[in-house]
């Protein structure tokens, strides 16, 4: 379809990997605070996944660039998390849990950037269409946080996680189809060094931006569905504005491509980084006005969707193919994992004092990173590394 090669198996794969985090943001709080555990336990263990991705993704990145295996990487990764995190049904106690999250977010860890790098290698001269797979990642999240608002409103909060290990499994499932013959499984394994690229001003400010940017998402991944909940909206209407917030993603995910053929990436980092303090501002405002609150849950179009499409353009243009798997899985761990894990324990932190006022923290941050990249970045930010 559209001439992309494995398109059906590659969109498959990510409509479930994204239904499983529109369980997993907008919801799994929920279930912790449901559990007992505090504000500053809650924002602990919505770190523990990216606590443990500061260093799963380059174990299995190097390994997946080192054996050519990426495909074999993924499948065990989903494997190993969907037997892992059924445990959580048994699971009451604060550091216990911590271990269950992180026993399976370690393998879970494994998957998602080596299937980035796999749909870049399978796509090869169309990698500007990649936002075409991606979308239906969005479709996912969407279809979970609409339907899992109302069930659990109707059959309790024990249906999140339920709902998350049924999709652990189905996503184990759809990565016994994904393509092979594209991956490095043909290819001589690398034995150069990624770290004088890593090094160079260019790819550390983009780096660093990248966990600003993501740390800047904590207190709205990890608390803004505990905010409208304690201010009385309805947990539909919750689902509602996050599920305004991926159609926005969506709609940009489909015009990606003509954005990447007309403006530079770093025009486009900088201008997502940009909407993004205005994003957050809005927010850290305390407004509850609907107008006010769709118009914020609208820049996750330049917050997410574009930021992210232009970075996984940027990283594929910047480091050489050998590099592939080990240059996604930095920029899971490092801007990622780290940016997650330090925006989920600051906010869980400052969120019982401040409130809606962690928002302004994350302007700053959003606002430190739209500066490294408008300073470092070439203003072109297209060519391969040398």
Known sequence: MLGIPF????????????ALLGVLVPYWALFLQARGFSSWQIGVLLAVPHITKLGAPNIWGWLADKTGERVRIIRMGNLFSAIIFPWVFLTYGFWSMVIVLA???FFWNAVMAQCEALV??????????????????????IVTVL?????????????????????LLALWLASLAL??????????????????????????????????MQLSHGPYYGFFTLYLDGQGVATRWVGA??????????????????????????????????????RWSIMGS?????????????????????????????????????????????????????GWALGAILAGALWEEWQQ??????????????????????????SKAD
């Open 241 to 278: 504005l996050w599920t305004l917030g991926v159609v926005a993603e969506i709609l940009l995910f489909m015009g990606m491509a003509y954005l990447l053929k007309h403006f530079s990436v770093k025009r486009l980092l900088v201008a997502s980084l940009a909407l993004t303090v205005a």
């Open 7 to 18: 398109y059906g198996r590659l969109s498959t794969y990510y409509f479930l990997y994204y």
């Open 357 to 382: 006022a962690t928002f302004y923290m994350a302007a700053l941050a959003a606002g430190v990173a739209m500066v490294l990249l408008w300073v470092f970045l070439p203003h072109s930010s297209t």
């Open 179 to 212: 393509p092979s013959r594209n991956s490095t499984a043909r290819m001589r394994p690398a034995v150069d060094s990624i770290w004088p690229l890593l090094w160079r001003a260019p790819a550390f400010a983009f780096f660093v931006a990248g966990l600003l």
């Open 103 to 105: 026993g399976y977010s």
């Open 286 to 338: 305390g407004a509850l006005y609907w107008g006010w609150l769709v118009l914020a849950q609208s820049l996750h179009a330049a917050s997410f969707a574009c930021y992210h499409a232009s970075a996984m353009a940027w990283l594929h243009a910047y480091f050489p193919f050998k590099f592939a798997g080990r240059a996604q899985a930095f920029y899971a761990s490092f801007s990622l994992g780290a």
């Open 147 to 167: 339907v899992l608002g109302f069930l659990v409103e109707r059959a309790g909060v024990t249906t999140i996680a339920i709902t998350m290990s049924a999709l």
């Open 120 to 141: 870049l290698e399978t796509l090869g001269q169309q990698s500007h269409r990649y936002s075409l797979i991606r979308l239906w990642g969005s479709l996912g999240f």
